[in-house]
């Protein structure tokens, strides 16, 4: 290759179409991007694909300064593709600038278009970047930018971005370290629930209506004073979806998740467990906009009249004073309370949850439903009408356990043909679970 720090073309066009391996399309996407990104400053950060992200060495920064570059190194920690300047040495329009190590795209246009002829389009399709490019230059047939930029997952919804995000509050704030170590925080990417997986009720799609309706029209709610919005209450029985929900949530709002069990945050030392409620709900308002979701919610808003603990009520007077402070309209956090024991809920705790959303065991009908979404890609022979008779009063829990366990059945039998036999099992599985569960011991 030229030693010149220019990027130059290393061979000739080659005469015959055929498609290139896969790790070199990925590198030619890569250096595609890089150009067309550099090119057009209307395009953000919002369409660049995660890796190339990753490549030009912007995750997690506030903004892509452009001009973005292609290494080697990074190519090689980004995507594990060793060699990079070697597999492309033999590509007319991809230069090597020996300084600095760096590829670059000699000539746009023939580029982009040996890169289509090649096997680019799957990559296209999912590449924002390169979709408005072909769009407006070389249609292919499918291909469409604002499809490319639905699907892309959002900058500000990466690991990499939370994670600059929770850094920086760090290097602001060491006592937000302490809150830090009270919950479990995730980035909408991170979170493997969607609501399209869960089979809700109309009441519990309303609520992330609402939430979503809030957001689209805050500077209208904020001029009115209309803030008592974002509060949930998820009140049911173990394994009926609320925890699923409210991770869910994370993708339909956009919005990072702050997990926390008051049972984990509740401390030894007098006074401690207030100091902890406090910490949490403040790196929450520091973090937003967030979800914060508190499983186990029954666990300090106890009746304060059964617990006449000093330091309890201390508790319970801490969370309810937060809560007040909680507004999605005024500090974009989403509070999510769960609780499986609502007759335990002190009165107060009760009335500052703008809404309360029931999540009921399964009917029949819903029963079918989450049956027909667990086993679908499943080869089975279960009669799922029939399963879905004989669960009743099963949670949606309960029912994924049938179903895993049917195909542990299967698989340790030698099949993945899981049948009515394998699913009875686990339903038996389960009905003994619930007898032992129930049992005293005492």
Request: glycine share 4%.
């Amino acid at each position: 290759m030229s030693a010149d720090t220019a990027a130059t073309a290393v061979t000739a066009p080659a005469r015959t179409v055929e498609a290139a391996d896969d790790a070199v399309l990925r590198l030619v996407e890569v250096v595609l991007t890089a150009e067309v990104y550099n090119q057009h400053p209307n395009l953000d950060l919002n369409d660049l694909p995660p890796h190339c992200r990753e490549v030009f060495g912007v995750a997690g920064a506030t903004e892509a300064k452009r001009p973005v570059a292609v290494s080697e190194a990074m190519i090689k920690k980004a995507l594990g593709i060793p060699d990079a300047a070697e597999r492309l040495k033999k590509n007319p329009f991809v230069g090597y600038e020996e300084f600095g190590q760096r590829l670059r795209v000699t000539a746009l246009p023939e580029a982009a278009r040996w890169f289509a002829r090649r096997g680019g389009a799957y990559l296209i399709r999912e590449n924002p970047t390169l979709a408005w490019y072909y769009e407006r230059n070389e249609p292919i047939e499918g291909i469409s930018y604002a499809d490319a930029r639905l699907r892309n997952p959002k900058y500000e919804e990466t690991k990499a971005y939370l994670d600059r995000r929770v850094s920086a509050l760090l290097a602001e704030d060491e006592r937000m370290r302490s809150a830090l170590d009270l919950c479990i925080i995730s980035a909408p990417e991170e979170i493997r629930k969607r609501v399209e997986d869960l089979v809700l009720t109309p009441e519990q799609l309303e609520a992330i209506e609402k939430v979503k309706i809030a957001l689209a029209n805050l500077a209208y709610l904020r001029a009115h004073d209309i803030a008592e919005i974002g509060k949930f209450l998820f009140v049911g029985p173990p394994g009926t979806g609320k925890t699923s929900l409210a991770l869910a949530m994370s993708h339909v709002l956009g919005m990072p998740i702050i997990e926390v069990r008051l049972s984990m945050i509740t401390s030894q030392y007098l006074g401690e467990t207030s100091k902890n409620i406090d910490r949490v709900f403040e790196f929450a308002h520091r973090l937003a906009p967030a979800i914060l979701f508190v499983d186990e919610f029954d666990f300090v808003a106890k009746s304060r009249v059964s617990d006449d603990h000093g330091a309890m009520k201390r508790a319970v007077n801490a969370l309810l004073k937060n809560i007040d402070q909680v507004s999605l309209i005024r500090s974009s956090v989403v509070l999510i309370g769960a609780t499986n024991h609502p007759r335990l809920l002190d009165e107060a705790a009760w009335r500052r949850f703008d809404e309360v959303v029931e999540f009921a065991l399964p009917d029949r009908q819903m029963r079918l439903d989450i049956l027909r979404k667990v086993t679908a890609g499943l080869d089975t022979a279960a009669d799922l009408d029939r399963l879905a008779d004989e669960t009743d009063a099963f949670s949606g829990a309960d029912l994924r356990m049938i179903v895993k366990e049917g195909v542990l059945t299967a698989l340790m039998e030698g099949r993945t043909r899981v049948l009515q036999s394998d699913i009875e099992k686990g339903v038996n599985m389960v009905l003994k679970r619930n007898v032992i569960k129930d049992r005293s011991w005492v």
